[in-house]
């Protein structure tokens, strides 16, 4: 009881200096509430205290300083953007115009066309242009709204959506969001996932987006999203959310979608792989960040084993792997580490945490066809 005492003392004083809505006030008064008049610390009060935890993550009026002065904005996109001046002229227009157009009738940039590392790159270079924080979610394979719009705590895949997600990990409200793979949703046209995709995305309502795991409105209309896809594959609603953009590849031609990129693999030696695994590296990216979620909300220390830590700690190695690889350092990774790794995501107590067992698996087939 003392242990549950001085935590919700700890929560009241992160509320206490947290910039919370009236929505997620209402939220925190009923959960802190709940967790008052539990007598021991057992598996609601755990439950109760990861969705505090989840809603006092999120930036509440936490937003990045923007940069506004065109003529260092053409600047920065000419120094970190390697298309034709075509592109960056109407790149630029595109940006500037959305500077100058608040609210819903201003539109989303789409990138159509090129390398995913391309048009990643492209997303980073806008990001650092209007001195935004940048963060990416892929919509490769999505198949239910829930993955988009969150689940209920009562579901057995609880969880939040991909925006708020992807809020907790800039920390700012108004960060660039690449929304990749757009065109490779498993169910694009149909009604109940459009319609999941636009309250998310759509600025005519996104500014009061209602999250299913937390059940409160959290304002995403100063997050610029960034469209990509290397087909014009996605609902024409969707469609008319941006202004679109063509990238090329190197030499002018079109997107074949079998170039190959320079990767660093586990043997320290530059090898060359093909698109469709650095397909594999953005996502394995995302499948850690949903693997440590899970990880996160284990609370009892008695839960919290050498194989567990151990996957926490080499699921981190290998984030620093894949950031050291897009910012064009040298990454380098201990050869044996993919393959401990891998074993270890098949450890009984890591199948005993909730949501674990097909996050781990799909982090294992990655992983083999990576490194191994």
């Keep these: 009881m003392a242990n549950l005492a001085k935590k919700i003392e700890d929560i009241t004083e992160r509320v206490s200096s947290t910039k919370l809505n009236a929505s997620a ?38 937003k990045s300083r923007l940069k506004k002065d065109p003529k260092r904005l053409r600047e920065l996109l000419e120094d970190d953007i390697s298309e034709n001046p075509e592109f960056i002229e109407s790149l630029f227009d595109i940006i500037v115009e ?25 997303a980073k270079a806008i990001a650092r242009a209007t001195g935004r924080e940048f963060c990416e979610l892929s919509m490769l394979g999505v ?5 988009i719009l969150g689940n209920p705590r009562t579901h057995d895949s609880a969880a939040l959506s991909i925006a708020l997600k992807a809020l907790t990990r800039c920390k700012t409200s108004n960060p660039v ?51 990509s896809a290397s087909s014009p594959q996605f609902p024409s609603s969707i469609e008319n959310l941006m202004d679109i953009l063509g990238l090329e590849e190197a030499g002018g031609s079109e997107a074949k979608g079998a170039e190959a990129v320079q990767f660093p693999s586990a043997s320290r030696e530059t090898v060359v792989v093909p698109r469709d695994l650095f397909d594999l590296l953005r996502e394995l990216h995302t499948l850690i960040d949903e693997l440590n979620d899970h990880l996160r909300k284990i609370n009892d220390p008695k839960k919290i084993t050498t194989n ?17 690889f897009e910012d ?45």
Excluded at 110 to 116: D, F, V
Excluded at 329 to 342: D, G, R
């Design 308 to 324: 567990i830590l151990f996957v926490r700690a080499a699921s981190e190695a290998l984030q620093d792997f894949i950031k050291q």
């Design 177 to 227: 969001v690449l929304v990749d793979h757009i065109d490779q949703i498993s169910v694009p046209h149909e009604p109940d996932m459009v319609h999941a995709m636009l309250e998310v995305f759509d600025p005519r309502q996104n500014s009061h987006f209602r999250d299913r795991f937390l059940q409160i409105e959290y304002d995403l209309s100063n997050v610029c999203f960034i469209f």
């Design 328 to 372: 064009h350092t040298v990454a380098e990774i201990p050869k044996s580490l993919p393959k401990t790794l891998m074993g270890r995501l098949s450890s009984v107590e890591l199948k005993r945490v909730e949501g674990v067992s097909n996050v781990a698996q799909k982090l294992a087939d990655i992983i083999a066809k990576l490194f191994l």
């Design 98 to 122: 959305g500077m100058n157009t608040r609210g819903s009738s201003s539109k989303a940039i789409g990138l159509l066309g090129g390398s995913t590392r391309r048009r990643f790159q492209t």
């Design 143 to 147: 198949s239910e709204q829930g993955y």
């Design 25 to 62: 006030r209402d939220a925190m008064s009923r959960e802190l509430t709940t967790l008052e008049n539990l007598r021991n610390w057992g598996p609601e009060a755990d439950e109760v205290i990861t969705f505090i935890d989840c809603l006092l993550s999120l930036p509440w009026g936490t």
